[in-house]
């Protein structure tokens, strides 16, 4: 299975909605400490395991996260350190890129997510313990949502209400918002330790799951979150990030600062269905195609980004 070496840390990886054989990825010197960024688009040979490098985009600060348009298959956003979001577009020449700089975050910007519905908007959360509403048309944000007490590390929309979405904080808390209420809707006191990840099912837009540093992931039911639906131990540290599988209803996958990614099935009772160990450092970013059932993508403090189909070996050739 192809590996790519990147020349600084990788924080984050992310298939293309629209191009089955290309990735962007995340990267910050010095592991996100102090440095630059670079955020690297790659692609997929499709006569042998190789990826090839199509562009990489410098910049001044760490990079932390990237998400792909859904509604140009040439545009993506960068979180960066300096609290900034990038614009890319690959179709333009380098010296047109970045389209623009989105600041408005006090602190490092950690993670985006764009709408998978309405296609025309994003979501950032950051350090400064906000999230924000952005289109690419505006060069202000829609709206800020200050309510979390803490840093801000993931957000998510739902897969199927497109003013719907979801915040993890190191308040230890998940919040559910609308973008049409003045409010969350839902907070879920999910762990005892940080929140630095969530993601909503694919298939069942009222579940919901959390990964924390308490080395648990819990997945809710939003309608009735009292009690989760099921929590996966296995992970030894903290779980970076997490994600449900776009064509299996019980797939879920995580990374971890135990240097693995697991694979998780959470409806049967022995849940852990695959762990992958071929990363030597943290392992932070974790991706899972929409287009190919089954192929994977991970990234992490070793400086490499690993693409495999799900049961294979990420190191075989």
């Known amino acids: 299975m192809p590996v790519f070496k990147t020349p600084f840390n990788g924080y984050s990886v992310r298939f293309s909605p629209f191009y089955e054989s290309r990735l962007a990825v995340a990267t910050s010197q010095n592991f ?142 998940v919040r559910i918002w609308d973008v049409r209420e003045p409010g969350s809707t839902m907070i879920i006191p999910g762990h005892e330790h940080e929140i630095l990840s969530c993601d909503w099912n694919k298939y069942d837009e009222c579940l919901i799951a959390s990964a924390s540093v308490d080395k648990s992931i819990k997945i809710w039911d939003v309608r009735n979150y009292r009690v989760p639906v099921s929590v996966l131990n296995g992970h030894g540290y903290a779980v970076r990030k997490i994600k449900f599988s776009p064509h299996r209803r019980n797939l879920i996958v995580s990374c971890s600062y135990d240097m693995t990614v697991c694979l998780w099935d959470f409806m049967i009772e022995d849940a852990l269905v695959g762990r992958y160990d071929h990363h030597t450092e943290f392992a932070v970013g974790v991706d899972l195609s929409v287009l190919v059932d089954g192929l994977m993508a991970s990234t992490g403090w070793d400086e490499l980004v690993y693409v495999w189909q799900q049961g294979m070996d990420p190191r075989a050739a």
């Open 32 to 173: 996100g400490i102090l440095g630059n960024g670079r955020v690297h688009v790659i692609d997929l040979s499709p006569n042998a395991p190789v990826i090839n490098e199509l562009i990489a985009y410098d910049t001044a600060d760490g990079v932390y996260d990237v998400a792909w348009s859904e509604s140009h298959d040439s545009v993506l956003v960068a979180a960066v350190a300096d609290g900034s979001i990038k614009v890319y577009d690959t179709a333009l020449p380098p010296h047109s890129n970045p389209l623009r700089s989105l600041k408005e975050h006090a602190r490092e910007v950690h993670g985006l997510d764009y709408n998978p519905t309405r296609r025309d908007s994003f979501l950032s959360a950051s350090w400064d313990d906000s999230v924000k509403l952005w289109t690419l048309d505006r060069p202000a944000s829609l709206r800020t949502f200050r309510e979390h007490a803490y840093c801000v590390y993931s957000v998510a929309w739902n897969p199927k209400h497109a003013d719907v979405f979801a915040s993890a904080s190191g308040d230890c808390t």
